[in-house]
T-cell receptor, first 114, second 110 residues
C-alpha cells in the first residue's frame, strides 16, 4: 500500500505568517510522530500521537507550535507567527503500534521562512 | 549534550572501499537501536538491533550492537555511489520518544 505522505513538499512563507503542514500516515498505523531537521542537525522530536491517547507534546519548541490528529489518521502541524529559525525540514513518521520501533517516514516538508 | 553521538560526522571514500560508521550512546533505558539511511528527505529503515553481540546483515551492510561498551557500528563493504547518504542512528523503545544522533554523511566517489 501507499507509504506516508506529506504536503506540501516545499513551503516558502514570510516571517509572521501561519503555516499548516499535513501528514497522511500508513493506513492502520496507530503511532504518528513529527520531527524537525535543521541543516546539519539530527532529527528533533516534536510531538507523538498514539491512538486516541493524549499526545506527547514534550518536544514542541514553543507555544507557536501545535498539532492535531483527526480520527486517528491524518495529522496537521501548525506553526503560528513563523520565525526564520523555524526554517527546517519537517518529517512525519508512523508505526504500527507504540511498541513497534520501526518507523516509516514521509518525504518531509521543507519550510523556508523569509 | 548529545546522548547519541555518531562518528565520523562526514566521510568521503571511493567506490570499493569499506567503511565503518560508529554510534555511541549514554541512554540505557531503551529497547532497540536502529539505523536509517537518509538520501534526500525521508529516512529509510536499515536495521533494528535489540541484543548485544548479534550481527545483522543485509547484502553489503552489517551492523552489531555492544550494550556493555554502549556502541553500535554499521559496516558497508565494497561501497557504491548509491551508498552516498546520511546514516542515522536512533535509540527507541524506552520512553517511546526516539533519540536520534546527528548522522554521518557518507560520500562515495566513483
Amino acid at each position: 500500500g501507499a507509504g506516508v505522505s506529506q504536503s506540501p513538499s516545499n513551503k516558502v512563507t514570510e516571517k509572521g505568517k501561519d503555516v499548516e503542514l499535513r501528514c497522511d500516515p500508513i493506513s492502520g498505523h496507530t503511532a504518528l510522530y513529527w520531527y524537525r531537521q535543521s541543516l546539519g542537525q539530527g532529527l528533533e522530536f516534536l510531538i507523538y500521537f498514539q491512538g486516541n491517547s493524549a499526545p506527547d507534546k514534550s518536544g514542541l519548541p514553543s507555544d507557536r507550535f501545535s498539532a492535531e490528529r483527526t480520527g486517528g489518521s491524518v495529522s496537521t502541524l501548525t506553526i503560528q507567527r513563523t520565525q526564520q529559525e523555524d526554517s527546517a525540514v519537517y518529517l512525519c513518521a508512523s508505526s504500527p503500534a507504540v511498541d513497534e520501533e520501526t518507523q516509516y517516514f514521509g518525504p518531509g516538508t521543507r519550510l523556508l521562512v523569509l | 549534550e548529545d546522548k547519541v553521538v555518531q562518528s565520523p560526522l562526514s566521510l568521503v571514500v571511493h567506490e570499493g572501499d569499506t567503511v565503518t560508521l560508529n554510534c555511541s550512546y549514554e541512554v540505557t533505558n531503551f529497547r532497540s537501536l536502529l539505523w536509517y539511511k537518509q538520501e534526500k528527505k525521508a529516512p529509510t529503515f536499515l536495521f533494528m538491533l535489540t541484543s548485544s553481540g548479534i550481527e545483522k546483515k543485509s547484502g553489503r551492510l552489517s551492523s552489531i550492537l555492544d550494550k556493555k561498551e554502549l556502541f553500535s557500528i554499521l559496516n558497508i563493504t565494497a561501497t557504491q555511489t548509491g551508498d552516498s547518504a546520511i546514516y542515522l542512528c536512533v535509540l527507541s523503545g524506552g520512553s517511546y520518544i526516539p533519540t536520534f544522533g546527528r548522522g554521518t554523511s557518507l560520500i562515495v566517489h566513483p
